[in-house]
Nanobody, 125 residues
């Protein structure tokens, strides 16, 4: 069982930055690939970024490439999403998720086993 708690969301002006954190419980954090997803009002949850269990593989959706960076610290059981050059269209609830994975990453929502409760990010124009 893995419990995930996101933090770091808030209100920011367009062009600003935020860093989201996701703290995981359990001793096997390094066995899980991690992902960030987001869901805007009235829209389906969408993939944002993922990182392999060792951190050697990362992948971001095209709309955030060059602006968002995913990273992890397995000594702290934490995954991060550094967001810069934020746009109003980045406004959403951001969720972190975990999937047991020997290697690689996945962008499929259904592949993930554990989810956090989400943190709101609001970007004003």
């Amino acid at each position: 069982q893995v419990q995930l708690v996101e933090s770091g969301g808030g209100l920011v002006q367009a062009g600003g930055s935020l860093r989201l954190s996701c703290a995981a419980s359990g001793r096997t954090f390094s066995s899980y690939a991690m992902g960030w997803f987001r869901q805007a009002p009235g829209k389906v949850r969408e993939f944002v970024a993922a990182i392999s269990r060792s951190g050697d593989i990362t992948y971001c959706v095209d709309s955030v490439k060059g602006r968002f960076t995913i990273s992890r610290d397995n000594t702290k059981n934490t995954v991060y999403l550094q967001m810069s050059s934020l746009k109003p269209e980045d406004t959403a609830v951001y969720y972190c998720a975990a999937v047991w994975s020997p290697r690689g990453v996945t962008i499929r929502t259904d592949d993930y086993d554990y989810w956090g409760q989400g943190t709101q990010v609001t970007v004003s124009s």
